[in-house]
């Protein structure tokens, strides 16, 4: 299975979040730290405030930081959510796909298998087992 660019941000920002528990942290230092776009990081802490596993304050001191404890949220808690709105293949769509195969196919109880079981063994990791500290600050040369 292939994560979305989106869900794999969002656990790369739990993962750092659960490194530094209780700190506050903006959307700007993480984008920079993670390398990644402040724009689209926003958009992944929306969806994780969403969810319930960030709490987010606007303003002077706000940023965002985990709503619960990282020992309580578990990847496939955070897949399941991140990944939700994303089928696995045409037919796993709401609205059915156009697949011309689907009334016989007999793929597609397989492949829903393996995604539960994909699933499944996420569940069995939290996103405290996972956590990343934050990186050391850079040295600065002493003049001699």
């Known amino acids: ?13 739990l993962m750092r979040l659960a490194g530094s528990p209780g700190r506050v942290i903006t959307t700007e230092a993480l984008a920079t730290e993670l390398a990644v776009s402040r724009h689209h990081l926003t958009k992944v ?20 930081r985990l709503a619960r ?17 994303h089928a696995l293949v045409e037919c796993f769509r ?12 007999r793929l597609k109880k397989h492949l829903a298998s393996a995604r539960e079981a994909f699933l499944t063994e996420l569940e069995t990791v939290t996103v405290a087992d996972c956590a990343v500290a934050p990186p050391p600050a850079p040295r600065v040369a002493m003049a001699p």
């Open 1 to 13: 299975m292939r994560l979305t660019a989106f869900t794999d941000f969002g656990l790369r920002v």
């Open 45 to 64: 802490v929306r969806a994780l405030g969403a969810a319930g596993f960030v709490s987010t304050a606007r303003g002077a001191g706000g940023g965002f």
């Open 69 to 85: 404890p990282a020992g309580a949220i578990t990847v496939g808690d955070v897949v399941r959510q991140l990944e939700g709105r």
């Open 94 to 105: 709401a609205d059915g796909g156009a697949c011309v195969l689907t009334p016989g196919c």
